[in-house]
């Protein structure tokens, strides 16, 4: 192979190199523009067909960029789900910004890495700036303490990882009377008994596995009950604490939730606060959803008290529409990062660190990390704090009249009444046997999905089967969400209809 062939290849200075980059770029761009103009949500059909069709097949000689780029435009792009679709409403999975595809255009081509200022000179600037920024969005005033995420899993592993950390060096000495390193040490013997964290039952199940991955188990985890809203009950967390107290337990941490993935609800941050203050523990508000309302000026009230937390989980690729990846984890106390303070000679060494160079790797779990804070950055900037806030804002109108308008069907059932931006919900057509509605309600999503026509969620509301939208998208309508509500109606009473015949055949099988 040839030099010229390498370079043309690597995205570099040579005429060749551009010149395929400019125009593969060209043609992706307008593979894509002609695939969001489809209507249909998702023409792919079932796991069985698409099973079928996709086939890797590298050769020796390979294709070449524009013949792959067409084999893939097929294979993967056209039948991909379309996130922007009104009725792709299953998950906190949000349509993008045109700002935020612009900026991975930037931050792909020039592949900046942020875990040392020699690797994204600029970068690991606007970063802290940022970080900055959206510190006194929360209330902590200025500092540099916080640093972009993968997303929410890390973030909470990081606000679990310090609180523990914090407790075993207040908690346990080593001979010498110093505080006990964690990091340097492992565990105290007896900690993995001892060492408790607190959340909701519909926390985020990844406090439990980052739990786990810290070596505590899910054993390390205590939940506390919630009230009709989903909101932790605060009168069950001060009993949890006390029985937690009598029987010699530490808690490390009570992890608040700003946003349960499933009812949108937001816990009492004040009170939670509060009881945390009774016995010591850390407090982590996991904000992965409802961070998104700081922008807004019209419900930034209903997150009063996240000022209060020793740390804080924000999730850009949820609510704040950013493509994955994008999620950022602030701590109140910069100190605390030292918890996790590692020094390599090769890429924060004391010397860089006296001369405040900000390398961000003592501040990460990762090591090679993505630019990710530019697309918040580009985004803030072009449509300014007022546009970002109405689009934040629609969806959490649009629950409360999409709540008010099942609650008028005799055949729907709204199973909590919304305080964000999601509906639970089933279809409970008249007559129906109440054991089958479970099936049913699965069922009706499975089969809107296989058609292409709707992505809705399925999961379940104390112990009944509940579809679920997630209505963060800013262009969607009551008006499509009733068209969605009829076809959901009309696949009910044709599946009833089968059930009754004895022809039914669910999807999935
Ligand atoms: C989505 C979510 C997470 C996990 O975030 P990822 O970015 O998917 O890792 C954590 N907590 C809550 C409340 C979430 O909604």
């Known amino acids: 192979m040839s030099l010229s062939q390498h370079q043309r290849t690597l995205l570099c200075a040579a005429p060749q190199s551009r010149a395929d980059y400019e125009s593969a770029m060209k043609t992706a761009v ?55 679709h009104p009725h792709s409403l299953a998950h906190l999975h949000c349509p993008t910004m045109v700002a935020s595809q ?14 040392s200022w020699d690797q994204s000179p600029v970068g690991s600037l606007m970063e802290v700036q940022l970080i900055d920024w959206l510190r006194q969005k929360v209330g902590y005033g200025k500092g540099t303490a916080g640093v972009f995420t993968s997303g929410g899993t890390q973030s909470n592993l990081m606000g679990v990882l310090l609180a523990r950390d914090a407790c075993v060096a207040k908690h346990w000495q080593n001979d010498d009377g110093t505080e006990w390193s964690v990091q340097r040490d492992g565990l105290p013997a007896d900690a993995l008994k001892r060492v408790k964290v607190v959340c909701s039952e519909n926390a985020h199940f990844s406090v439990q596995k980052n739990m786990a991955m810290m070596g505590m188990g899910f054993q390390s985890v205590v939940t506390v009950p919630c009230d009709e809203l989903g909101q932790m009950d605060i009168g069950a967390l001060n009993q949890k604490l006390s029985e937690l107290k009598q ?35 850390w ?23 996240i000022e209060l937390a020793d740390s804080i989980t924000l999730d850009f690729h949820k609510h704040f529409f ?70 934040i804002e629609h969806g959490v109108d649009l629950s409360q009249e999409v709540a008010q308008f099942i609650r008028e069907q005799d055949d729907f059932e709204l199973l909590v009444n919304p305080q964000f931006a999601s509906v639970l919900f089933r279809v409970r057509p008249k007559d129906y046997p109440i054991e089958f509605l479970d099936n049913l309600n699965q069922n009706v999503a499975d ?62 099988d």
């Open 247 to 281: 029987s010699d337990k530490l808690v490390a941490c009570i992890v608040a939730t700003a946003g349960t993935t499933d009812a949108g609800a937001i816990d009492g941050l004040p009170e939670i606060r509060q009881a945390a203050d009774s016995v010591g523990a």
């Open 447 to 508: 089969s809107l999905f296989a058609q292409g026509e709707a992505n809705i969620g399925v999961t379940k509301v104390n112990g009944v089967q509940s579809l679920k939208m997630t209505l963060l998208s800013p262009i969607a309508t009551l008006d499509n969400v009733q068209k969605l509500l009829a076809q959901v109606r009309a696949q009910a009473n044709q599946i009833g209809d089968a059930v009754k015949n004895g022809t039914y055949q669910p999807v999935i």
């Open 102 to 115: 612009v900026a991975e255009v930037l931050i792909n081509a020039t592949n900046q890495s942020m875990d």
């Open 30 to 84: 307008e593979a894509v523009s002609n695939w969001l103009s489809e209507e249909k949500m998702y023409t792919g059909g079932s796991i069985r067909q698409l099973r079928s069709e996709i086939q890797f097949e590298p050769t020796a000689q390979g294709l070449g960029l524009p013949e792959t780029l067409s084999r893939l435009n097929h294979l993967f792009l056209s039948k991909s789900l379309k996130v922007h």
């Open 283 to 305: 407090v982590h508000v996991d904000a992965a959803w409802g961070g998104a309302l700081l922008l807004s000026p019209k419900y930034c009230s209903k997150l009063q008290g």
């Open 322 to 391: 950013q493509s994955i990846s994008c999620g950022a984890f602030l701590l109140k106390d910069e100190r605390n990062f030292r918890f996790m303070h590692y020094e390599a000679e090769y890429l924060n060494s004391a010397y860089d660190e006296e001369h405040g160079v900000p390398n961000l790797v003592s501040k990460s779990l990762q090591t090679t990390r993505r630019f990710d804070a530019l697309k918040l950055w580009f985004t803030l900037e072009a449509l300014g704090e007022n546009l970002y806030a109405s689009m």
